[in-house]
């Protein structure tokens, strides 16, 4: 392991701290970190502090560099980092401060079902799951989509999978974005990106992705949880995926253009994955242009996976998706760069926010939200690991005051993928699952392990600090109960 | 002396290769990625062969290593080949020129490993130490 991080850390409260700019040379703003003591002795074990260091060098970065409690070490960004640029004083955009994976995010899926019902059938509904849900290599998607549909995908995002018969106009409606962010241009998109992304529309991947049929297990908001029609026991199904191929090679392409863009606009930052270039310069509205299409990629693709899983659950219990109740409840980008409207010290400025496994968390009444979550807030799904939990949270005002309208994403990684693997055997893993309730199949053995609950931070302690910091008030408590893997 | 050896990194695949020349520290580099990938069960007697041509022309030596290795991993995830033999390769300066043998993945003879979604710029990195070559990569899984 690497030394700890040993630069200057100035506690505000319990739940924040700061690193100031006077910390390193270059640093435009403060760092900001939500953590509490005891997370923050993990996150000084790895490199994240100085990237947090790193991305206060962005030109244009208004606020602070901000790091959320499941901050971890990425490359370029920290995973859990949130810049914002002001875009009419040269703010830049970064890919590396939205990464390979974009519009990686999370869609929460409730049913009628209660774990009654589903306890006798759990193993079959996890292997129906887990032969019809691709997942892993090799797996293509059996919802084939050629050349045109593609173009067609990058432009209307779920809306395709929806003309397709792959799911409902409400599906849509609970869905950031709609289902399809505007000002996505398929022309943008590389050959390449096409090729990576032709047969993967409805897969899964592997790595962090998951599909988790979960439980109800807590509720910490009765009149949230009675507008959410939630109760304990009550069934879930989560889906955690994204671009795929497409996206990966789209940042990929972007970056190669973005070094160049480094010495072009004069931009000075310590590490060559944070090669930017400002929003408004051609180079910056292609990555944005390329960036919405692979956004709209991955919303389809995961309206495919749910489509898929409601599949599953009709053959199973033997009735259609609507007599089960398996609506949608939101479907939320966690890898992803907005151009917002931000209040900064009482102006209203029209920002780049980049979210780097960071959630939106827009608070009550914001015009983004659909009629039907104007009252709650927008609702944010933070997935655990595989043997612990899941969150529903809402998004807050001070949120929006605060860190853009954002908060964290999941329980962030404590341990290396190879500490994983000499620390957790695969036949004890899947007993300690069984001995939990827990029903898991993955096509790989190595990602099973690598995943092992004890890789993570615990997101209970993460959810508490962003609860407690309120920047999301928690809703309810999943835990999961059938787990399908890469 | 080992080719590569993983070092600890948080969430994503970090390793460090090695080589007496550059020739074989690309080498090196393109089996590291690859046993991240996957892993061979057994071995077959024919295999499906392909043969591929990677010409690549860089500014610096890390982006050589990172277009090499980009070219593989394209191969891989659109076509599913595996790096089955490096019949050729000649590195001059920036500019690389290679044959490769790609073998189409097969899940009788193959484990798939993890999912590489990019080679990053992250501390990416190429120096000579006296008379050894040796890389620092991160992969994105």
Redesign the interface.
Known sequence: MIDLWKGVLEKIDDYRWRIPKSYKKGMRVDGLIYADEKLLKDIKKDKALEQVVNVAFLPGIVGASLGMPDIHWGYGFPIGGVAATDIEKGGVVSPGGVGFDINCGVRLVRTHLTEKDVRPRLKDLVSGLFNTVPAGLGSEGEIRATIKDEKEILLKGSGWAVKKGYGVSDDLDVTEEGGAIEGADPEAVSLRAYERGKTQSGTLGSGNHFLEVQVVDQLYDRDLADAFNLDLGQVMVMIHSGSRGLGYQVCDDSLRVMLKCLAKYNINVPDRQLASAPVESLEGKAYLSAMRAAANYAWNNRQCLMHLTRVVFEKIFCSSWEKLGMFLIYDVAHNIAKIERHRILGKEKLLCVHRKGATRAFGPGHPALPERYKKTGQPVIIPGDMGRNSYLLVGTERAMEETFGTTCHGAGRIKSRHEAKRSVDYRELLKELEAKGIVAMATSHDTLVEEAPSAYKDVNEVVDVVHSAGLARRVARMRPIGVIKG | MKRFV?V??????AVLVYGGSLKELFTSAALAMFSV??AKKKNRATSALRDVVIQKDEEILEDLLKAWL?ELL?HF??E?LILHRIKALNIDGTTLEAKVLLET?D?EYF?????I??V?????KVERIRNRWQARI?F??
Request: hydrophobic content about 35%; glycine content about 4%.
């Open positions: 993983f600890e990194h948080t969430a994503d695949i990938l996957v980009d394209f995830s659109t599913h993945f899940g484990e798939s490993k993890n999912e979604k990019a990053t710029y992250h501390e990416l991160i994105d899984v």
